[in-house]
């Protein structure tokens, strides 16, 4: 009997202990998803008031500003970016988010905002340090997604913070492969070909013993 007694006890204490870390995770998951749709209604008091007051950084907050869509896996970037909403934007990146938080398609909000033609978010993006060799979907970088967009004032911004191009996509390839694709001669081409040869020649020369 006392023994029986004893796995009952047991077995509570296992229950009693998984609840308690239940539920703060089903707190996390509903403060996350209450902080997106503010994000996606514009309600700055709400936002302010989950992420702590204006120039404070709380544990709460910082978990919260990279909350995740559980569908999509959408944080508060991609949704602004998505609306190319500049103020909102700048407002995020000034809370210290991760900036290179993929979505569930392999999506970073650098890449969404080469991609979609947000040229200002973009710039904003990589001025903030978001990691410009990190790839998109099926292997892209976004300095790849500015060739096929054609934008010279990003593709410029992206070389000039270190963007390689001469990373390849998971089709093998890199930027340069595809400016010579459009058969084309342009500013773009020669700027990506004068910057491909340039990282060559520097990963070249850190070849060698060392002194």
């Known amino acids: 009997m006392k023994q029986v007694r004893n796995r009952v006890m047991g077995l509570v204490l ?3 202990a998984g609840l308690s870390l239940a539920v703060p995770a089903q707190a996390q998951m509903s403060q996350g998803y209450k902080f997106l749709e503010a994000i996606k209604k514009k309600d700055g008091e709400q936002i302010e008031k989950m992420l702590g007051s204006s120039g404070s950084k709380t544990t709460r907050g910082d978990i919260i500003i990279n909350s995740q869509d559980v569908t999509s896996g959408d944080t508060a970037l991609h949704i602004v970016i998505t609306r190319k909403d500049m103020q909102w934007l700048r407002y995020l990146v000034s809370r210290k988010p991760n900036l290179d938080l993929r979505n569930y398609s392999g999506t970073t909000p650098l890449w969404l905002a080469v991609n979609t033609g947000f040229t200002e978010g973009a ?11 990190d790839p998109g979907p099926a292997g892209e970088t976004a300095l790849i997604a500015a060739v096929h967009q054609k934008n010279l004032e990003l593709a410029r911004a992206l070389i000039k913070a270190g963007a390689d191009p001469n990373k390849a996509d998971n089709s093998g390839r890199n930027a340069l492969d595809y400016v010579k694709l459009s058969g084309k001669s342009s500013i773009l081409g020669d700027e990506i070909e004068a910057a491909s040869k340039a990282a060559k020649a520097k ?3 850190t070849y ?3 002194l």
Request: net charge positive.
């Open 14 to 16: 296992v229950l009693a």
């Open 123 to 133: 710039l904003e993006l990589i001025a903030r340090g978001a990691k410009v060799n």
């Open 203 to 205: 990963k070249k020369s």
């Open 208 to 210: 060698g013993p060392m």
